[in-house]
């Protein structure tokens, strides 16, 4: 998750040189056509969730891209700024996601307040202003038929101990819990790496554990973000295993640049194979931007994933 300027640069189609991933899909005139083994629109062995503008070049608007995303075999997709769309567009979404059988990933409850106020801080005004924002996301969710949703706590404070921060936090999060879990929605905590985020509150995924254990409710989990954490702390089995109970959704960005898997240093092939092996059947969301521009790199994007998706 990220604030909008970065959801800008998500939809930019980031230009960079990575060769195309192993498996590629042949072109013909009228665009893609289906791979040697076949593999093209199946559905993937775990659910990742592409993000509008990932296949623009392809499909054009927001409805096309879904569908476009579907005959590849994705069976998700997120939306950060979901929140933001008019009504109309957030209905429109969400009638043709029901037609394709699939599912919404996370959009973001506090995008406004995130950056600025702070949970950590215990002032009246900055709970109140996160709360609003947790009930206005439930309409957003029963509209586009969402579950989990992303909730980022804000900056750290160098005037207040962290120990009175993270209780200020955990306060903040359990009145949240009281809006959200009536409605069996999930607010997802998602720790931040120092490099793209400096000086927010939550970094670490052990952080985020003790926090959700602290809130006690199954409306506050961890996003584990493998991109972030590859930064922040790395160990990402490990850390993934010792937080297991508590993580309830997963997005991907490989390191460094923050694109498709196969681009950086990150063994997504293994890293998937054991969420796998895990039983994990929630999404995995694909909040990164594409290492090549135009259609050859929408196609690479879909190969990297074929190249790391476990086998059934």
């Not at 559905?43 to 579907?70: Q, S």
């Not at 949970?119 to 439930?138: I, M, N, R």
């Not at 994990?280 to 998706?309: C, F, W």
Request: hydrophobic share 40%.
């Amino acid at each position: 998750m990220s604030d909008l300027s970065r959801r800008d640069v998500l939809r930019s189609g980031l230009v960079a040189g990575a060769s195309l991933a192993a498996g590629s899909v042949a072109f013909g005139a009228g665009g893609a056509t289906e791979s040697s083994d076949n593999m093209q629109g199946r559905p993937f062995a775990l659910d990742y969730a592409p993000h509008f503008g990932m296949f623009r070049n392809h499909a054009g608007n927001d409805i096309d891209e879904l569908k476009f995303m579907h005959d590849q075999g994705f069976r998700s997709m997120e939306d950060n700024g979901m929140k933001g769309r008019s009504v109309e567009d957030q209905e429109a979404i969400a009638k043709t996601m029901t037609q394709l059988g699939m599912r919404m990933g996370v959009f973001v409850v506090n995008g406004g307040t995130a950056w600025g106020a702070t949970l950590a801080s215990g002032k009246q005004d900055s709970l109140d202003a996160f709360l609003k924002e947790c009930q206005d996301s439930v309409e957003v969710a029963k509209r586009v038929n969402a579950k989990w949703m992303t909730v980022v706590c804000g900056t750290n404070l160098v005037n207040i101990a962290p120990e009175f921060q993270t209780a200020n936090v955990v306060d903040a999060l359990r009145r949240a819990c009281d809006i959200f879990e009536p409605h069996g929605l999930v607010m997802v905590l998602e720790p931040l790496n120092f490099r793209d985020h400096a000086n927010l509150f939550l970094s670490r995924i052990p952080q985020a554990f003790q926090i959700c254990r602290a809130v006690n409710s199954p409306s506050c989990k961890i996003l584990f973000d493998i991109y972030h954490q590859q930064i922040e702390e790395g160990n990402l089995i490990p850390n993934m295993n010792a937080a297991w109970t508590e993580i309830a959704y997963i997005q991907i960005g490989d390191n460094p640049g923050r694109r498709e898997p196969t681009t950086g240093e990150i063994n997504y092939a293994n890293v998937f194979r054991h969420v796998k092996e895990k039983g994990y059947t929630g999404i995995l969301g694909m909040e990164h931007g594409n290492s090549r521009g135009e259609k050859e790199g929408e196609m690479a994007v879909i190969n990297a994933y074929r190249s790391v998706d476990p086998s059934t």
